[in-house]
């Protein structure tokens, strides 16, 4: 059976890759990179099939996706049922958190990419009142994360989720790339919860596989 991930260096392909590692799947990663940092090289579209052009792209034998959501859920529905990395399977409650952490990681940590954009394609002066308009949301974003991973290791229960396959990126990108953090006067240390989940998660074996595997991700929170 052939397992091909379109991975886009620096980018939400880091959760796919890492979903896949967790459940010890084996699979073939293809590194693609950006043009002065911003959109993927054109062979990253050509070459995967991908219609849209954007990664994370999983081709997993007879199946295609797109979404890093879609694929981290299709991975686990497919090779580990029974797993609780959707939560426990007879607790509704874990897996509509789950759900709603899958969601937020997309629906709501978005509110980081509006400020992002307009320092790539913006000029300098515009950028910085975007982003100022935008700290409010980041930063309540940044709460609701730390508020719950007080006295918890993982987002949902006491064990490893797609919640947190799907949050880290979203937090780590948002700490790497300061947006709405030292611009209001904050710093990174004013989420220790969340510092400390994301170097937890790090340290996981599973997460250095990727790394270990070649996969460009710079955002890695550490010591
Ligand atoms: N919602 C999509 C977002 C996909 C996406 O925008 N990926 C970015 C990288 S994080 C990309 O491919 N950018 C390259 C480009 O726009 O050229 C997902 O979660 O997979």
Redesign the pocket.
């Known amino acids: 059976m052939s397992r091909v991930l379109y991975y886009?260096e620096d980018?939400?392909?880091f959760r796919v890759a890492w979903a896949l590692e967790e459940l010890e799947l084996d699979y073939d990663l293809k590194h693609y990179r950006?043009i002065q940092g911003?959109?993927?090289e054109p062979t990253?579209k050509s070459e995967s099939g991908n219609p849209l052009?954007?990664?994370?792209y999983l081709v997993d034998s007879d199946v295609q996706l797109?979404?890093?959501?879609a694929q981290v859920k299709y991975l686990i529905q497919r090779y580990a049922p029974e797993s609780s990395l959707l939560g426990p399977v007879d607790d509704w409650q874990k897996r509509g958190d789950v759900e709603a952490w899958i969601s937020f990681s997309?629906g709501m940590m978005v509110h980081t990419l509006a400020a992002i954009y307009p320092r790539w394609f913006s000029d300098a002066s515009s950028a910085s009142q975007i982003e100022a308009k935008m700290t409010p949301n980041i930063q309540n974003n940044l709460n609701a994360l730390e508020s719950a991973l007080a006295g918890n290791d993982y987002l949902v229960g006491d064990s490893l989720t797609a919640a947190d396959l799907m949050c880290v990126f979203s937090a780590e990108y948002t700490l790497y790339m300061d947006t709405g953090i030292s611009s209001d006067g904050k710093k990174k240390q004013d989420w220790p919860n969340t510092l400390a989940w994301l170097k937890r998660c790090a340290q996981r074996p599973a997460y250095q596989r990727v790394l270990q595997k070649g996969a460009t991700h710079k955002f890695t929170v550490t010591d």
């Open positions: 886009l980018s939400r392909a950006r911003k959109r993927a990253l052009g954007k990664s994370p797109g979404e890093s959501a997309e």
